[in-house]
Nanobody, 130 residues
């Protein structure tokens, strides 16, 4: 059974940075898609960034337009951990962020689809004050 454990998040002022971490366990294959999503109250859950975890450097990465140039998604193979480095944070980035993982052996679609991510973390709150 795949399990995801998130950490990071918190409160920062606009322009600040945060790093989210997501430790994955239970995968047999060395390849799967992982990503970060966020959901504001009353809105659909949206993809922020996805990354194809595999041997070597992994990738490629997908970024939502709102994340391009500010957020960086990366992996740590040794620790089976996915990171989301968030810089130049804005108040509109305030919401719950969720780590998600795809099927064992799968790859990332060009545009993330919620149906491709059967495994989810518990969510972590990010609050950016102006």
């Amino acid at each position: 059974q795949v399990q995801l454990v998130e950490s990071g998040g918190g409160s920062v002022q606009a322009g600040g940075s945060l790093r989210l971490s997501c430790a994955a366990s239970g995968y047999i294959s060395g390849r799967h898609c992982m990503g970060w999503f966020r959901q504001a109250p009353g809105k659909k859950r949206e993809g922020v960034a996805t990354f194809e975890v595999r041997g070597g450097s992994g990738g490629p990465a997908y970024y939502a337009d709102s994340a391009k140039g500010r957020f960086t998604i990366s992996q740590d193979n040794a620790e089976n951990t996915l990171y989301l480095q968030m810089n130049s944070l804005k108040p509109e980035d305030t919401t719950m962020y969720y780590c998600a993982a795809g099927y064992d052996g799968g790859s990332c679609a060009l545009i993330p689809n919620l149906a491709d991510f059967p495994f989810w973390g518990q969510g972590t709150q990010v609050t950016v004050s102006s």
